[in-house]
């Protein structure tokens, strides 16, 4: 063995060791020379270029024969790892764990991942291999270089047996391997809770980006870390900016204890620590009272980017801030555009409080400008702002479609004092104009007309074209508006029926989504028709016939033998989308338990993910499941492995 592996003890000596009671492999496995490796005759070179070839059935084989030739092969598995082809796919999976790889192989690796020139799954591939021999120190390290995601990937499939070696890592020599290794705990969330206290010992660290590692590995780790915000509450006051903005972050994700430490800090003189605390009083949901005297203070504040800060901050709040209100007015004429415009957001998210906004907005809708802004937030203040109505209306033909758009939208906000709006607004529904090729204005204008309810019969006939409009989008919110329309739109309402039968998928799926919508007395009329869809041949039409159904509320126990078989359809899109219904939960969802277990391993992704929220979904009600969903916390796709985070936590909270 080559001196340099003695750097990675004793996590390589123990995979060495497994790796020598593995089964005997081709003596070409491991780390021969390239020009010697052979397996059926055939030479490395040989089985590479097969790897290339037009054939998929070609590129499987090869990935199977390369599976025998070290690690020699990895480059070539895993361009295989992201080949078009789902069975060459998953071959070169499976001959990626079969690729004999040891200690000596490491260098090797390691150039790999250092070649920018190597392709992303190529790169993958070989992290992948540092980590099943338990090189964690390496893959610690590369997470300073441009393939940190797949070091990381490949950690994160190491599990929580590498946690003791990554806290004996916090006290390396070398600060990357020290803020590596309190990334990689941060990471590692459902385990991490031994190694707060070392993490917390970082805080103190002479390196700068070692803190901050450490404070946002703490974050990570959430409320279990909250013993840490003593220590944390000191490094907000960091000299290092990025040190402090993270320990800031970090004392946010620890829950309302965290409320003092940021009452104090938006007091401190230095603007950059009151820049700190507002930031994540703002995004983190810590609002509190206790904050919005300081917040409104800083809405005044000389600072620009204060002021911003500090406006984002009460939006974010909403009425809870009211008490800022005449304060953001002021800023309704600040000489910074960007404040202007957050000002009005904000003011918009205060809803019918803001009333006293009202004036200094309809001013607004006569500036080019500020139109836009003024029309979203007076949308949002709602019909307390009917006075805007008549400039609403005026902006229902300006030369901007977002702004037509937008006009649209607020008058649908305004409640049945619009109804002056409907005729114009029913015009909107031919626009067609090149500067709106999205239909956005057609969009806004049907679900405005919807609002309005049986006033807006008027447009009717407009509503019943748009069945047939190229964008789904369009005729699934028109089928939406008519259904809300009364008895006058009974005639149209009852032509989803037959869109169910349509030979285009576009309208099946349309009519299928729409009835969610539809009238109590309606929906049990095209149940029989909505079954039969859940055999169709286009899996986006089997989605949306399980989406109305779950929505009717009529698959219960009769529907079990239903919803089994779409989780076993051949299409992962509709697997997901069965799973995703079971979210639910309740009794049929817990009769899909074993079902949703065995979706766990399913190649798909997003399959995988979706199995595993439905489990969590169920509570306590799936703990038979824990065993499975933390083997699933070594999955390689880090959103399949954050839902199984998330599953486990609310599957084992305490009542």
Known sequence: ?????????????????????????????????????????????????????????????AAEALSNLGVAAIPALGKLWCDEDEHVRDAAAVALKRVRIVGEDIPVLTKLLHNEKEEYCVHRAAAQALGRIGATRVLVELLNHSVASRAEDALAVMGPGILDELVTLLDDKDPVIRAGAAKTI????????????????????????VREAAATALGDIGPEAKAAIPELAKTIYDENEYVGRSSAWAVSQMGPEAIPVFAKALRNKDPRIREHAARNVAYFGLASAVAVPELTKMLSDQDWELRLVAVQAVGYMGPRAKAAIPELIKLLDDEDEYIRSEAAEALGRMGPVAKAAIPKLISWLEDEPTRADAARTLG?????????????????????????ADAAEALGQMGPAAKTAIPRLADLLDDKTEDDPGGSVRLAAVRTLGEMGPEAQVAIPQLKKLFHEPRWQLGFAAVGALIRMGPEAKEATAELKKLLDDEDKKLRIVAAMALNEAAPDFRPTVIPQLKELLADKDPLVRMAAVDALWEMGVIGEAAIPVIRKLLRDEDAGVRAHAACGLLLGGPVAESMILELVGLLRDKDGEVRRSAARALGALGPAAKETIPDLTELLKDENNIVRGAATLALNIIQREP
């Open 1 to 61: 063995m080559r001196t340099s592996v003695l750097l990675f003890m004793p996590s390589v000596l123990l995979a060495l060791a497994a790796v020598g009671q593995e089964p005997a492999l081709s003596p070409a496995a491991g780390s021969a020379p390239p020009d010697s490796l052979e397996y059926e005759g055939q030479p490395l070179a040989h089985w590479t270029a097969q790897a290339d070839a037009h054939d998929p059935a070609t590129r499987k084989s």
């Open 186 to 209: 941060g990471h590692k969330t459902p385990w991490a809770k031994a190694a707060i206290p070392a993490l917390v010992s970082r805080l103190g660290d002479k390196i700068p980006y």
């Open 380 to 404: 949002e203040i709602g019909p307390v702002a009917k006075a805007a109505i008549p400039g609403l209306t005026k902006l229902l033909a300006d030369g901007d479609e977002f702004v037509r």
